[in-house]
């Protein structure tokens, strides 16, 4: 067993099993002046489970994460992570959240240690945990080496990679990613889905958008797709099948479930 | 607690990330304090500096130095012919008297002997020492004149028997004179008036708390960079998703910068003391208030500041402008009392007037806490309407 598999099962062991969802969406709906941008979700998802949430450009995918994280107040409805209302219990709500977003949004003048370290006092982590987890995180995204230098001298996907640390600095029972391979090239792509499943493994939840169908296709284990604010189809790729006879692939299902005739069409000519 | 000291941690470390920043935080305002106050230990001499070429080096030319050195205006400072050239080439002497060779006794009952006297040209200390030299020549030269009007005199009731019982009797007839005139009672009654000067004016001590405040205000103006940094790289969105109250990530930010602005503070306050000999800790209650009030009026106006940019770059350029502005109109580089009484109306609007009063009232004037809680009562006004104003308007996207 190579270290670095060795890393990850010290750092993602086993959770109990948790039987209520770890992110449910209720009712959920957000309106900017006239426009519905989210158009009352209902989700469950749990732990254990990566699930992808997918839908064309504008379809609400990032207003529905922010409102999971606790960055946008719905109109109306409720986010529930880990159990805790996130509108009316944000600090619980966010203790069992990490989030990645598309672009890293990092302390670009700090190193990845201090940036660590400061994050694990955000959570209030004990200072020798804080050091420990520190080490772990910096070992299995291989950023020893760089763990002093300052982050703007990171390729972007050694940013990436030091974002993701830092969402996984308090091993929350939540992670939500924002587009988490964009930019990144197959090796550092590759190590983040092996994190990704590893962390589900042991039962925590993994809620990712990405448009890059193929990738959710091999990674998630139920899928959501959301077009105009809708959630139009929530499951398994093999529940997904079933709803759209006939389809086999993931962009197949996904461009009839969101686009019309036409475009179904335009993208069998173009296959 | 906790949370707040992190934040103020983190943004330590952003803020002193290279050389530069300690040269904005404590380099050039020591720099600035030093070439405003004309250099350290400077002498309680508050004359004009006269530099002195003696080439006689006679008895007369040490008399007409001596007269100098006794003079209310001007301070003579001796040196060679090379070093006083170099030092009016270089704009560092305002006006340079050179004493010719022949410069003596001799030569002075045979005639006058010009003196050359070399002025920067539109220099006030220069005009007031060539008034000052004029002054005192007259003087010597009186002796010299009375002297020689006796001699003359003699001369028509009876001939000298030689040219040295001639040079006899000139020099006694001159020791006389400058007796006499030393003795002379002045025509002159000097008397000091009972008004104040309204003009309080120390040139290390405005200089040090001009500078202090200038220093500390512009980066306190710039709280507004960091919001707008925080903002604009999505550090802030993401530290939101963390279990962090934004008014946490505010107190963090805030106090982290007024902590930073105590020590810069303290660091040019020492300086001041022990190197520039100034007056700071006679009262050291009535500074930490001084100081606690101005740091956080200015960091109020950051604050508020930060919710009309929308950009890094303009949150920069307009806190140093506002900085400079602030403290040039304040009274910071130059005594609010050289401006006329409208603008030193106007500019009470500004922290930066009523910091700088209550600084000057303090290493100035000696002043106490009693004296200075005006003051530090205005500036802590001032704190309260701005903190409320950028609390209220702030946006966190």
């Known amino acids: 067993m190579n270290t670095q598999l060795q890393v990850k099962q010290a750092i993602f062991e086993p959770l109990e099993h948790i039987q209520s969802p770890l992110i449910a969406l209720q009712d959920l709906y957000k309106k900017y002046g006239t426009k519905t941008a989210v158009d009352h979700v209902n989700l469950n998802a749990w732990g254990g489970e990566v699930f992808g949430f997918l839908g064309p450009n504008g379809a609400g995918k990032t207003t529905t994460i922010k409102m999971i994280v606790g960055l946008l107040q719905p109109t109306s409805g409720t986010v529930k992570v880990a159990g805790y209302d996130m509108q009316k219990q944000p600090l619980q709500a966010k203790i069992s959240t990490g989030y990645v977003p598309d672009t890293p949004n990092l302390y670009s003048k700090l190193s990845a240690r201090e940036l660590l370290h400061f994050v694990g006092e955000l959570y209030r982590m004990a200072p020798s945990q804080i050091d420990h987890r520190i080490e772990e995180l910096l070992r299995l995204f291989s950023l020893v080496e760089a763990g002093d230098d300052q982050i703007d001298s990171y390729s972007h996907g050694m940013q990436q990679k030091a974002s993701m640390a830092a969402a996984l600095m308090h091993?929350?029972?939540?992670?939500?990613?924002?587009?988490?391979?964009?930019?990144?090239?197959?090796?550092?792509?590759?190590?983040?889905?092996?994190?990704?499943?590893?962390?589900?493994?042991?039962?925590?939840?993994?809620?990712?958008?990405?448009?890059?169908?193929?990738?959710?296709?091999?990674?998630?284990?139920?899928?959501?797709?959301?077009?105009?604010?809708?959630?139009?189809?929530v499951g398994t790729m093999e529940e997904l099948r079933t709803i759209r006879r006939g389809e086999t692939s993931l962009e197949d299902i996904f461009l009839s479930l969101t686009g019309g005739p036409e475009e179904a069409e335009l993208a069998e000519v173009l296959k | 607690m906790k949370k707040i000291l992190a934040i103020t941690w983190k943004d330590t470390l952003v803020r002193f990330d290279g050389f530069s920043r300690w040269l904005f935080f404590l380099i050039l305002p020591i720099v600035f304090t030093l070439v405003l106050a004309g250099g350290t230990g400077s002498s309680s001499d508050k004359r004009v500096r006269l530099v002195v070429v003696d080439q006689a080096n006679s008895p007369l030319s040490a008399d007409l130095v001596a007269a100098l050195e006794n003079s209310h205006s001007i301070r003579p400072d001796l040196m060679t012919l090379a070093q006083a050239e170099t030092q009016f080439s270089q704009r560092s002497a305002s006006a340079v008297l050179i004493i010719p060779t022949g410069f003596d006794l001799t030569h002075l009952e045979q005639g006058s002997i010009p003196l050359e006297m070399r002025q920067q040209p539109n220099n006030m200390n220069a005009m007031v020492a060539q008034r000052a030299v004029m002054s005192v020549i007259s003087r010597v030269s009186s002796a010299a004149n009375?002297?020689?009007?006796?001699?003359?005199?003699?001369?028509?009731?009876?001939?000298?028997?030689?040219?040295?019982?001639?040079?006899?009797?000139?020099?006694?007839?001159?020791?006389?004179?400058?007796?006499?005139?030393?003795?002379?009672?002045?025509?002159?009654?000097?008397?000091?008036?009972?008004?104040?000067?309204?003009?309080?004016?120390?040139?290390?001590?405005?200089?040090?708390?001009?500078?202090?405040?200038?220093?500390?205000?512009?980066?306190?103006?710039?709280?507004?960079?960091?919001?707008?940094?925080?903002?604009?790289?999505?550090?802030?969105?993401?530290?939101?998703?963390?279990?962090?109250?934004?008014?946490?990530?505010?107190?963090?930010?805030?106090?982290?910068?007024?902590?930073t602005a105590l020590v810069q503070m303290l660091l040019l306050i020492t300086f001041g003391t022990f190197v520039m000999k100034l007056n700071w800790g006679s009262q050291p209650l009535a500074l930490v208030v001084m100081m606690v009030s101005a740091a956080l009026a200015a960091a109020a106006l950051g604050t508020t500041l930060?919710?009309?940019?929308?950009?890094?770059?303009?949150?920069?350029?307009?806190?140093?402008?506002?900085?400079?502005?602030?403290?040039?109109?304040?009274?910071?580089?130059?005594?609010?009392?050289?401006?006329?009484?409208?603008?030193?109306?106007?500019?009470?609007?500004?922290?930066?007037?009523?910091?700088?009063?209550?600084?000057?009232?303090?290493?100035?004037?000696?002043?106490?806490?009693?004296?200075?809680?005006?003051?530090?009562?205005?500036?802590?006004?001032?704190?309260?309407?701005?903190?409320?104003?950028?609390?209220?308007r702030f946006k966190y996207e």
């Open chain 1, 171 to 233: 091993d929350p029972k939540v992670l939500v990613l924002d587009e988490p391979t964009v930019g990144l090239d197959p090796k550092s792509a590759r190590l983040i889905k092996d994190v990704l499943r590893q962390f589900s493994d042991r039962g925590s939840l993994v809620f990712v958008t990405t448009h890059i169908l193929e990738i959710a296709e091999r990674m998630c284990d139920r899928i959501g797709i959301v077009n105009k604010g809708r959630l139009i189809a």
């Open chain 2, 146 to 259: 009375i002297a020689n009007t006796s001699v003359a005199k003699a001369e028509q009731i009876q001939a000298f028997a030689s040219a040295a019982d001639r040079q006899v009797y000139f020099n006694e007839a001159l020791k006389q004179a400058q007796s006499l005139l030393s003795a002379a009672p002045s025509r002159v009654t000097e008397s000091k008036g009972s008004t104040k000067d309204s003009i309080d004016y120390n040139p290390g001590a405005n200089s040090s708390a001009g500078q202090l405040i200038t220093w500390v205000f512009i980066p306190l103006l710039g709280i507004s960079q960091l919001f707008a940094v925080e903002r604009q790289k999505g550090t802030l969105r993401r530290l939101l998703t963390t279990p962090t109250r934004k008014s946490t990530f505010l107190l963090g930010t805030i106090f982290g910068q007024v902590l």
């Open chain 2, 306 to 392: 930060g919710t009309f940019v929308k950009t890094d770059s303009q949150a920069s350029g307009l806190s140093v402008m506002a900085g400079m502005v602030m403290a040039l109109l304040g009274g910071c580089w130059y005594p609010l009392e050289l401006f006329p009484q409208a603008v030193q109306n106007i500019v009470k609007i500004l922290p930066t007037t009523w910091a700088m009063r209550g600084m000057l009232d303090i290493v100035l004037r000696g002043q106490g806490l009693t004296s200075i809680l005006p003051v530090a009562g205005v500036l802590i006004g001032f704190a309260v309407v701005f903190f409320t104003i950028g609390i209220w």
